[in-house]
């Protein structure tokens, strides 16, 4: 059965510090992957997406992720995070009509 | 970019009355929409899809005479909760797909935020 796990409930960077933010999927077939970003009382903006290609895509607001189909991630990546950066963020996998996410990784940055 | 626009961001009712949410497609044609609930600190949790011209598709669990969808056209969805409880109140957002583009990702509104008091 198809389904996206991002383990880390909660992760806490310090501002400036590199990010990683984890996310496994379970798909037979090609998966198309995104990372969204949620603010407070807000929708979810894409901040990147996978089709196919070079696996190191390059999203919005200076994010990454690489896919990874032997190890079945597709990992979120920041070299500096800004405070602003502090949300929720979701991985999200589509199956062709389906979209299944993850259940979400909050993000907390520290001065 | 597709743009998805929701109204209203926030709504407070009475217990008892019913109110209605509408999710567009602002600059793209969407055929299919979805509806999400969303719980503090949860994840995404799908209520149904709405098809244009046809009936929606609920998930398991959510009571279609409770959640009335409706798709009359290619830019609009909208979804009236029926004689909304206190338990009715949550967070609510819509997304849709670009049809016309190959692989389109979700398109997010900024979601609804319904309180029934």
């Known amino acids: 059965a198809q389904s996206v796990t991002q383990p880390d409930i909660h992760i806490t960077v310090s501002e400036g510090a590199s990010l990683e933010l984890r996310c496994n999927y379970s798909?037979?077939?090609?998966?198309?992957l995104f990372w969204y970003v949620q603010s407070p009382g807000q929708g979810l903006q894409l901040l990147l997406k996978y089709f196919s290609g070079d696996t190191l895509v390059q999203g919005i607001k200076g994010f990454e992720a690489e896919f990874k189909r032997s190890q079945s991630s597709f990992h979120l990546r920041k070299p500096s995070v800004h405070w602003s950066d502090a949300a929720e963020y979701f991985c999200?996998?589509?199956?062709?009509?389906?979209?299944?996410f993850g259940t979400g990784t909050s993000l907390t940055v520290i001065p | 970019g597709a743009v998805v626009s929701q109204h209203p961001s926030r709504v407070i009712c009475k217990s008892g009355t019913s109110v209605k949410i509408e999710c567009r497609s602002l600059?793209?044609?969407?055929?299919?929409m979805f509806w999400y609930r969303q719980f503090p600190k949860k994840s995404l949790m799908l209520m149904a899809t709405s098809n244009e011209g046809s009936k929606a598709t609920y998930e398991q669990g959510v009571e279609k005479d409770k959640f009335l969808i409706n798709h009359a056209s290619l830019t609009l969805s909208t979804l009236t909760v029926t004689s909304a409880h206190p338990e009715d109140s949550s967070f609510y957002i819509c997304s849709a797909r670009d049809q016309g583009a190959h692989n389109s990702p979700l398109h997010f509104g900024n979601g609804t935020r319904l309180t029934v008091t």
């Open positions: 798909y037979g077939a090609t998966p198309y």
């Open positions: 999200a996998l589509n199956t062709g009509n389906q979209f299944y």
């Open positions: 600059d793209f044609q969407a055929t299919t």
